[in-house]
């Protein structure tokens, strides 16, 4: 039932610089219920609002690959209700006491909110129970989500001029790891799937031994553990056997190269590498690399292809952050009439630089001052922080790292950041994708 | 210093302890709670700048936010330049390049956005002398370098370029010119050519005009206390001298009388972006202001509870989403609904929102949905005090467009005292199904005639980008004119059915002025002919061709024929030419879709290979020829020809009832015998 999903661009780079630690560090209590269920409680009590979420350790990765989509469709199908609460009505409860809700889906995870005004947690906590214990699979509720669903991708990736990058970058990047395959899915998938299929991936995955609840905001954490154990304890642990991916890509032995046309005015031009999952110390060197290429106007691919050379009107380079190995973009759009083997040649220059070069002290600095302005803003919002929380118990199983983040970016010296440069930024680690306007076909 | 404090109101129930768990019923809400609006403080330096200032410690963070307070600009051929004036503010000031500005702001991890409406600048406190030293420098002291205005047009033709794909950026420019009108503030669009129009002096000007303290709010927010404000506003901004600044009419535009139906091309989109717009005359924190939003909120606000989200995606599963928005104005507002729906229900997701804007204006809204949307907005309207901005924002709202000062003290009671008669009247008011603007940006191939259904007696106007009309050509994407050949073809009955015919005789009669003719042709492949007019039993005419010489009888008179006529002859003989229009040598030229009494037809100019030029006329859907016409020599006009009736002989189609007129004559000839593969004998086309 969700609009807005984190597999956008712009999105992806929120969470890898979102999943951090303040300056102060954010405090928080958590424990586990005898079904599995983890918990996490913050309190903050400077406005009157509760955060109530959900994440649930599946995403499109876990997924069946003869049955993909499922782990988004069911971020769709879990708004239609449960045995206590009547089709349609999920929503109307929460913003009848106020409140806002919302669900995303990632490749490694699905997340499930509601912000309430703190005299309604106990309805937060209610509604989210009542999705795990016994939502409402149903033909009816399948029915309908499927279309929606569809329209959706249709919006996303069809609809909107270069929506589709993500998901043809991946496909070249793996050959064998789930990531290759789009969030949202196979359509055919989808359309062809029995209610019987759904119910099973429901009974799998939607278990409180797969899933970490946090309540953050204004509470009394006393009171707030009382009516988890009320909601919650009664829910019975899973007893399916949840598979996890191991799956380790090769790695790539040369240049990947390809060309795609669609119906744009003017072309992408792209390249992706293989990078280290998040949380691994190169990692966080990756991502000050991607910002002294592509963060701000000082920023080096911005300065020379933009500003400068005006080879492009627009440059962008970031990581994905994911919980398996992942992968590191960089594109521009190159401005009208300059040849698009320039353009490349032109990004690829200011990568070499950083090979040869150690940065300047200044440069370095500047890095370390745009990380901490990142991090404090990054925790201004309550629902930031529940998802940083979440997010870090599901992938490495230690919500106390969102205060150990902030320590992993300082600690990258400027010597890493010309080694990763070396170790990732080669040739043949490279995806490049040409995403050409249909003029440019040649017939 | 204004402080204002309250408790949201829909939070009444008390609940004491935790009782036995009963699932079946959602829990009721705890104690109210108080949501504190906190503080902010006003004052006016000398030079005439406001100074609104919020405290709040809990980040470390302080932002600078000075906006101007102007009349809106009408821009004409330079359209643009208040917003290039915008972005040439950080491109250069006397003391740094831009690319020191980009430098020193990237260092600090700062951000500071220049607009044509002002400039905001955003830090850790830390850094709070850097960022208002930056800050001033671009306001005191831009350059507007010629080099940086080159590279500002350069990147804009470009990024029109990408726009021209979106559907969002064309229906915002269609709209708003269809509702302002081009000539205005409002509507009016920038254009590569207007752009390229644009001068340094036009950027200075604007800046030298409009950027005074005199007609600014300066708005601090976050970790700075009051006396740290005044004092850095004093140092900072104290000096800034003031101006008056030009005044500008606005045009109100003309209300709409009747709805306009138009659609917008993007080729092969799976989805149509449709929108209903219409100005509105609804000012900011007008009395309206809060009832309008909880209809328009109930109608398709935000969240899951819209009427429209509701109907168009969770019943028909037509959209991902669908919504309205009420924009407020101080001159004029508007009203938009839009969605991306499936191509294929254009009409009907139409259809359907108009019901639902029916039903606000003739039903009353029941008490649950009113409380629901109510609490809605009051929840949102708590959420967003999370961030001390928003109390900022209030204050200067409440400066700028004269609300009382307890209007956001006050906002949860007014909203809570919204009845559903009130709903009913703000949509008799506010939703205008009948003078509003429907658009659809879609493949216009296959959205025009949906929009057809919709649009009664009115055109459907195809506008491009600039909101400039486009003929419609109208053609399927792909379709040339060999291909309306080939289905011509198969509409006669395919090609197999059509090659199989070694000669054909039909006999006609022909009403002319009340004389009644026969007319008898005889054919036989690959090109012999022999055509016959007789009036009773007396041949009035004839012409034969027999493969290589062709003759004309007439009133006992024989003509050879030669040169030109003689090879149209040739032509003429043929069953059916248009098996072999290429080897001939036959030029086709499709020049588009046309209308003919009320069907869509497709019009091409055949050429034969003697340069004789003929306009066809093919039924869109059928694929049959519907209309010939061919110039007479010497400007004797033009003979048309109307096919009106085929019929089926032996797998393929004949026409059987055809008009021709030429000049003032009109000729209605009717086949009432077709005979096909009898056997002709080859004397028939005797010469």
């Not at chain 1, 940065?359 to 201004?380: A, C, P, T, Y």
């Not at chain 2, 709209?175 to 590569?192: C, D, H, P, Q």
């Not at chain 2, 708005?219 to 600044?245: H, L, P, R």
Request: with cysteine; net charge negative.
């Amino acid at each position: 039932m969700s609009k807005i999903k984190n597999q956008l661009i712009l999105a992806f780079l929120l969470v890898s610089f979102g999943m951090t630690a303040q300056m102060k560090p954010i405090n928080f209590e958590e424990f586990d219920l005898d079904n599995g269920l983890h918990v996490i409680l913050h309190q903050d009590n400077s406005t009157p609002i509760v955060n109530v979420s959900v994440m649930y350790n599946v995403g499109s990765k876990n997924e069946n690959p003869n049955l993909t989509g499922f782990a988004h469709f069911f971020e769709h199908l879990m708004f239609e209700g449960s045995d206590n609460i009547p089709r349609h009505e999920y929503s109307n409860y929460v913003e009848k006491a106020g409140g806002t809700l919302n669900a995303n889906t990632s490749f490694d995870r699905t997340y499930y909110y509601e912000v309430l005004p703190s005299n309604q947690l106990e309805l937060g906590l209610w509604l989210e129970s009542e999705r795990m214990l016994h939502a409402k699979v149903d033909s009816i509720g399948i029915a309908t989500q499927k279309k929606v669903v569809i329209e959706e991708k249709k919006e996303r990736t069809e609809n909107t001029p270069y929506g589709d990058i993500l998901e043809l970058t991946f496909d070249r990047v793996y050959k064998e790891h789930p990531y290759r395959t789009a969030i949202l899915g196979n359509p055919d998938h989808i359309r062809s799937a029995k209610d019987q299929d759904f119910v099973d991936f429901y009974n799998t995955f939607y278990v409180p031994n797969n899933a970490c609840l946090v309540i953050a905001g204004d509470i009394d954490k006393a009171k707030a553990k009382e009516m988890v154990t009320k909601y919650f304890s009664d829910i019975p642990r899973g007893i399916k056997e949840i598979t996890r991916p191991n799956i380790v890509e090769k790695p790539q032995l040369s240049e990947i190269r390809d060309t795609v046309y669609r119906n744009v005015q003017l072309p992408m031009i792209l390249q992706a590498y293989k990078i280290p999952a998040l949380g691994d110390d190169d990692y966080y060197a990756v991502d000050l690399l991607n910002n002294v290429l592509a963060k701000g106007q000082s920023s080096r691919l911005y300065k020379q292809l933009v500003d400068s050379q005006q080879k492009a009107i627009q440059v962008s380079s970031f990581s994905l952050g994911l919980q398996q190995p992942g992968v590191t973009l960089a594109f521009a759009i190159p401005n009208a009439g300059v040849d698009n083997g320039e353009v490349e040649k032109a990004m690829y220059a200011e990568v070499e630089k950083l090979q040869n070069e150690l940065i300047s002290e200044r440069e370095f600095q500047k890095l370390k001052n745009q990380v901490e302005n990142d991090m404090v803003n990054g925790s201004r919002r309550l629902a930031t922080v529940a998802e940083n929380l979440a997010t870090d118990y599901t992938y490495f199983n230690d919500a106390s790292a969102v205060n150990k983040e902030l320590d992993k970016y300082l600690a990258v010296t400027r010597e890493d950041i010309q080694r990763v440069a070396k170790k990732y930024y080669t040739k043949e680690n490279r995806v490049v994708l040409y995403y050409l306007p249909n003029s440019q076909k040649a017939n | 210093m204004k402080r204002i404090s309250f408790i949201i109101l829909f939070a009444l129930t008390v609940v004491t302890g935790f009782a036995q768990l009963d699932r079946s019923k959602a829990p009721k809400a705890g104690p109210a709670t108080k949501l504190n609006l906190g503080d902010y403080t006003k004052f006016e330096l000398k030079n005439g700048l406001k100074v609104i200032v919020v405290e709040n410690h809990k980040h470390p963070v302080v932002s600078f936010s000075l906006s101007l307070d102007i009349d809106p600009i009408y821009e004409g051929d330079k359209a643009g330049y208040s917003s290039f004036t915008g972005d040439l503010l950080r491109a250069g000031t006397e003391n740094r390049t831009k690319s020191q500005i980009d430098e020193e702001i990237d260092f600090i991890g700062a951000s500071l956005n220049t607009s044509s409406n002002g400039i905001y600048a955003r830090s850790l406190k830390k850094h709070e002398d850097e960022l208002l030293d930056l800050m001033t420098d671009v306001l005191y002291h831009p350059l507007f370098p010629q080099e940086e205005l080159d590279k500002l047009v350069k990147q804009s033709l470009s990024g029109l370029k990408v726009q021209k794909d979106e559907p969002q950026a064309i229906t915002s420019n269609i709209t708003s010119a269809l509702m302002f009108g081009k000539e205005s503030a409002y509507g009016e669009i920038s254009s590569e050519e207007t752009i390229q129009n644009i001068t340094i002096d036009d950027c200075k000007q604007y800046y030298n005009s409009y950027f005074k303290p005199n007609v600014a709010y300066l708005v601090i927010v976050g970790d700075v206390t009051v006396k740290e404000a005044k004092k850095v506003a004093k140092k900072y901004f104290g000096d800034w001298e003031s101006a008056d600044v030009p005044k500008h009419e606005f045009q109100n535009p003309v209300d709409l009388d009747k709805p306009i139906f138009a659609m917008s091309n993007k080729d092969g989109a799976p989805q149509s972006y449709i929108s209903i717009s219409y100005p509105i005359n609804l000012k900011p924190g007008s009395a309206d202001d809060i009832k309008a939003r909880v209809m328009n909120q109930i109608f398709g606000g935000h969240g899951f509870s819209g009427r429209l989200m509701k109907n168009l995606r969770e019943d028909k599963a037509w959209t991902y989403g669908a919504y309205s928005s009420l924009n407020p104005d101080e001159h004029m507002g508007y009203f938009r609904m839009a969605s991306n729906v499936r191509g294929s229900i254009t009409d009907s997701a139409f259809v359907e929102t108009q019901m639902e804007m029916d039903r606000l204006i003739n039903e009353d809204v029941d008490e649950d949905d009113l409380t629901l949307v109510k609490n809605a907005m009051a929840g949102s309207f708590g959420r967003s005090l999370e961030d001390p901005s928003t109390l900022a924002r209030f204050a200067l709202n409440i400066d700028k467009y004269g609300l009382p000062v307890d209007y956001y003290e006050t906002y949860m009671e007014r909203l809570e005292a919204v009845t559903s008669a009130d709903v009913k009247e703000m949509a008799k008011k506010y939703l205008k199904p009948n003078k509003a603007i429907y658009l659809a940006v879609g493949d216009v191939n296959n959205i025009e005639s949906l929009m057809e259904n919709i649009s009664g007696d009115a055109k459907v106007v195809e506008y491009d980008y600039y909101a400039n009309k486009v003929a419609r050509s109208g053609l399927p994407k792909g379709l040339t004119a060999q291909k309306v050949i080939d289905g011509y073809i198969d509409a006669l009955g395919g090609e197999d059915h059509l090659k199989s015919i070694h000669d054909l005789s039909m006999k006609c009669t022909m009403s002319i002025q009340g004389m009644n003719l026969a007319l008898n042709t005889y054919q036989k492949a690959s090109n012999k002919i022999c055509v016959e007019t007789l009036m009773g039993d007396n041949v009035l005419s004839k012409q034969v061709f027999d493969g290589a010489k062709g003759s004309m009888f007439m009133q006992g008179q024989k003509q050879e024929l030669q040169g030109d006529m003689l090879k149209e002859m040739e032509y003429q003989a043929m069953i059916f030419p248009e098996l072999q229009y290429s080897e001939l040598g036959y030029d086709l030229q499709l020049l588009g879709k046309d209308k003919l009494d009320g069907k869509d037809v497709y019009k091409l100019i055949i050429t034969n290979p003697v340069k004789k030029e003929t306009t066809v006329y093919f039924d869109a859907k059928s694929g049959l020829k519907v209309k010939e016409v061919v110039n007479l020599p010497q400007g004797q006009g033009s003979s048309v020809t109307l096919y009106s009736e085929y019929k089926d002989v032996d797998g393929v189609k004949f026409p059987v009832v055809m008009s021709q007129t030429v000049g003032p004559q009109s000729i209605a000839i009717n086949v009432n015998e077709v005979l096909v593969n009898k056997g002709i004998q080859d004397e028939v086309f005797a010469n």
